[in-house]
């Protein structure tokens, strides 16, 4: 197959699907009313859960996917000769497609309360974003400013906001099969803990090696989040509230000594 020809069904592919799997959720809404109702069982909620507003970042995480979506067809409509060339749709390649498939089975498992299915989408999910953003060589070369918004930006921070949401799915399993029950090493608390110095490593970690400030600051708003849903919720979990702050900072002044360090080094 030529490369203008796989470039095209990917392209068209990356059209449709969405559309497709955006029908058939909402018709499978439609016809069972409480089909989009979250968990409401105590036996789910973590320690670690982000408060509600926390999940505002959606918006503008679709924002910049949406401009990636028309993006990335722009030339789609073009005689061959008049192609663009597009290295960032074979990076992608079906990964896009992958990261559209895999929430919407999480959604429908999460929603019949199948717990261990949704969180292996949610971790396959995660995985087509990675794969993608490695692909992508996000922050390792050198891209025109509509790039970085078209395709640095959506693939930063919805990555980053799926590491956490996998996370915390995977924590949410380990919740529903009793995992700590009885205490195996820690109390609850404390494996949260190490949860969050878990997170907290790989959003610092990606900051470093990459330059990812919009991935490192998705870090920051979800400790954030997680800060705010325990100082709001009864009992004070004061552990949580010293990790998420400490946290928040680590990536704060990490973010401002890279940006510092690569100013430098330009300068040399």
Not at 47 to 63: C, H, R, S, T, V
Not at 88 to 98: D, G, P
Not at 100 to 125: G, K
Request: positive net charge.
């Amino acid at each position: 197959m030529k490369k203008n020809e796989k470039k095209l069904i990917l392209q068209i592919a990356n059209i449709l699907i969405p559309i497709l799997v955006f029908i058939i959720i909402s018709l499978l809404s439609f016809f069972q009313a409480d089909f989009g109702q979250s968990f409401t069982s105590e036996a789910t909620e973590s320690l670690i859960d982000p408060i509600g507003f926390a999940f505002a970042i959606w918006g503008p995480i679709f924002f910049f996917l949406a401009i990636f979506y028309f993006y990335q067809a722009r030339d789609i409509f073009k005689s061959a000769e008049n192609k663009i060339d597009m290295p960032y749709v074979h990076q992608v390649s079906v990964f896009f497609i992958l990261s559209v498939i895999m929430p919407s089975l999480w959604y429908i498992f999460w929603s019949y309360q199948i717990i261990w299915l949704s969180t292996l989408f949610m971790i396959l999910y995660l995985i087509s974003l990675l794969i993608a953003y490695l692909r992508l060589n996000i922050n390792l070369v050198e891209r025109p400013k509509i790039e970085k918004i078209a395709i640095v930006i959506p693939w930063s921070m919805h990555t980053a906001w799926v590491t956490a949401a996998t996370i915390i799915s995977i924590k949410t399993f380990l919740m529903s099969i009793n995992f700590n029950n009885p205490p195996l090493l820690f109390s609850d608390t404390y494996w949260a803990v190490i949860v969050l110095l878990v997170a907290l490593g790989i959003y610092t970690t990606v900051l470093l090696t990459r330059n990812d400030y919009i991935y490192a600051g998705v870090g920051i708003w979800v400790l954030f989040g997680i800060l705010i849903e325990r100082l709001t919720t009864s009992p004070l979990v004061i552990e949580i509230v010293i990790v998420s702050v400490i946290g928040m900072i680590i990536l704060f002044f990490s973010i401002i000594y890279q940006v510092y360090r690569r100013k430098n080094t330009i300068k040399d």
